[in-house]
């Protein structure tokens, strides 16, 4: 089976500059997750997809950052304008898991590790 | 709200000796529980979860975690250390938010040495 795939796996960018990233979940899966996790930190959810709807975006810093997730299967994440703040791994992550379902775990991508200069 | 507390950032242990991971949590509601691994330069890779089923939990590698409610508490343990386990290890909690949908909430990671 294969995993969940993101792109770019690196990439540094200007502050002030736009990014974005790429992210393909594992076929069939409905809840897609994107994480920011800051050097030294434990990941942070920044938004969680049900298929091709948001669920939570609470944390998400809405003045620069969008996602979406192209009719429930791929999903991008953009930073528009990016801050020194931003550098971080960005992790996406998805799961089968359907409304409340406690019980399933995510599987993750190995990251675009972004450093804004 | 859900939280997870990893009581320890840093834990350094020699090869051969028990492993210890201590992890707190609160949840509103019965949870869901998870310890994830994550070695350098790689992505977060699933060790054990714990799903209201059996209070210790087996994972891969030899680990295994205890749920036990009445200290709101997941320590992840292993008898013996092996210098592949030299990794950063993540508690998440997950339980039903008041949107209705289920998230996942982070430990801020015990960073796990193993010396020789």
């Known amino acids: 089976e294969a995993g969940v795939a993101q792109s770019p796996r690196y990439k540094i960018i200007e502050k002030r500059q736009s990014v974005a990233f790429w992210c393909n979940p594992i076929?069939?899966?409905?809840?897609l997750y994107w994480y920011q996790q800051i050097l030294g930190q434990g990941p942070k959810l920044l938004i969680q997809f049900q298929n091709n709807g948001v669920v939570d975006d609470s944390q998400l810093p809405k003045d620069r950052f969008s996602a979406e997730r192209l009719k429930g299967v791929d999903s991008t994440l953009k930073i528009q304008p990016a801050k020194l703040e931003d550098s971080a791994v960005y992790l996406c992550?998805?799961?089968?898991?359907?409304?409340?379902?406690?019980?399933?775990?995510?599987?993750f991508g190995q990251g675009t590790r972004l450093t804004v200069v | 709200a859900q939280s997870v507390t990893q009581l320890d950032s840093h834990v350094s242990v020699s090869e051969g000796t028990p492993v210890l991971l201590r992890c707190n949590y609160s949840s509103s509601y019965s949870p869901s529980l998870f310890w994830y691994v994550q070695h350098p330069n790689k992505g977060l890779q699933l060790l054990l979860k714990y799903t209201s089923a059996a209070t210790l939990v087996k994972g891969i590698n030899g680990f295994e975690a205890e749920f036990k409610k009445s200290e709101t508490s997941f320590h992840l343990t292993k008898p013996s250390a092996h210098m592949s386990d030299a990794a950063e290890y993540f508690c998440?909690?997950?339980?039903?938010?008041?949107?209705?949908?289920?998230?996942?909430?982070f430990g801020k990671g015990t960073m796990l040495l193993v010396s020789p």
């Open positions: 998440v909690v997950s339980d039903e938010g008041d949107s209705g949908y289920s998230t996942l909430t």
């Open positions: 992550a998805s799961s089968p898991r359907q409304g409340g379902a406690l019980n399933t775990e995510a599987f």
């Open positions: 076929s069939g899966h409905a809840t």
